[in-house]
């Protein structure tokens, strides 16, 4: 029997290959949060009814197609199967079941800056959480990196590149950054939106409108744009005149929420200003890059997420709402449930609380929650 690791099931959903997943989490597990790929299809039985045997859902279980038995930590899959094996049916098990689908980063390549260097982004597959890496002659700055701070560090260390600057777009609530962590390992400066830090209790640098951050020797500009909404620091970065990061304020398919400091309805007049005034003003052509994406479909055919900032102007909902007391209403009562233990997130990225390894997976457990639906 063999184990199959989150690095593998990703080329899957990146391929777009035909899968099947049996799913032995409760019932109430599945339905929040589950693997998704666009050929993928489900069975989900809970361990516990299985205890007697597989003998009842052999017949659900397809014999033409890859399978793949999913639990929380790995054990109950092993054993389940196990029992399908013996059954003789060819199965594999997901090596540290959900637990290591949320944590896994997958680096995609999405393209060269003008100069010399490069564009990376870290798809988080499991968790819809993206984040950046720009690389110039010989240096790197990070942007909205997770918890799993080795991952970037090792990767720098493959492309033969300094780490220099880090940056949060905004303070998360819905994932621990590792941004601070990672400035410490290796000496880098950390950025982080003043009017977000004003509980935090650690040193960083100020990140504001209009600032330039130069990447390398070559002219590879990390320009600042203020942009308020999600939070009411947000801020949105335009990297080389050619890619936007946007942060949680604008996503492929939707727009970012603004209530995750219980201030939605004081905010929705910014997430309208900073998306229909500020975004306006900026090249049609830009590459725009989220900090998150919502559904499986916004994938590229990399495995990368991105889309011209035109594009989205145009088929984006979010972006195409004339009367502000729809938009208000869209945005303040099409909220999906907080994420899970978001205010602990929260301080946790505020530095005012620091939760143990174990601690930190509990929290993050779980879809990202950032998006108007």
Not at 62 to 75: F, I, M, R, T, W
Not at 274 to 289: A, G, I
């Amino acid at each position: 029997m063999k184990a199959m690791n989150s690095k593998e099931v990703t080329q899957k959903v990146f391929n777009k290959e035909p899968f099947f997943i049996l799913d032995v989490r409760n019932e109430s597990d599945f339905k929040d949060w589950k693997i998704e790929g666009e050929k993928f299809e489900y069975l989900n039985i809970p361990y516990f009814d299985l205890l007697d045997g597989v003998e009842e859902i052999l017949d659900q279980i397809p014999s033409d197609k890859e399978v793949l038995v999913v639990c929380a930590k790995e054990g109950s899959s092993v054993m389940i199967a196990e029992m399908l094996e013996e059954a003789g049916r060819e199965v594999s098990y997901l090596e540290g079941g959900m637990k290591a689908w949320s944590e896994h980063l997958e680096p995609v390549k999405v393209g060269d800056l003008k100069d010399g260097g490069a564009m990376y982004q870290f798809v988080r597959i499991g968790k819809g959480c993206l984040s950046y890496m720009v690389v110039s002659n010989g240096e790197a700055a990070l942007i909205d990196a997770t918890r799993m701070t080795d991952v970037y560090v090792d990767f720098a260390k493959e492309l033969g590149v300094e780490i220099k600057h880090v940056f949060d777009t905004h303070l998360h609530a819905d994932h621990i950054s590792g941004g601070r962590r990672i400035a410490e390992t290796t000496n880098a400066t950390y950025w982080l939106p003043p009017k977000d830090a004003d509980e935090v209790v650690f040193n960083y640098q100020a990140l504001e409108d209009g600032n330039e951050v130069k990447i390398g020797e070559t002219n590879i500009a990390i320009n600042a744009l203020y942009s308020p909404g999600h939070t009411i620091g947000s801020t949105s970065f335009v990297v080389d005149e050619k890619y936007l990061l946007s942060g949680d304020i604008l996503f492929i398919d939707s727009i970012g929420r603004p209530d995750l400091a219980g201030k939605a309805e004081d905010w929705v007049a910014d997430l309208r200003e900073s998306l229909y005034t500020r975004y306006k003003q900026l090249s049609d052509e830009l590459l725009v890059l989220p900090a998150h994406f919502m559904i499986i479909d916004e994938l590229n055919e990399d495995g990368s997420v991105s889309e011209k900032l035109g594009t989205l102007f145009a088929k984006n909902h979010g972006l195409n709402i004339e009367d502000e007391a729809e938009f208000r209403k869209l945005v303040t009562e099409n909220l999906p449930p907080q994420p899970n233990a978001y205010q602990e997130i929260r301080e946790t990225n505020m530095g005012k609380i620091t939760p143990d390894d174990e601690k930190q997976r509990e929290m993050e457990i779980g879809p990202n929650r950032c998006a108007v639906r």
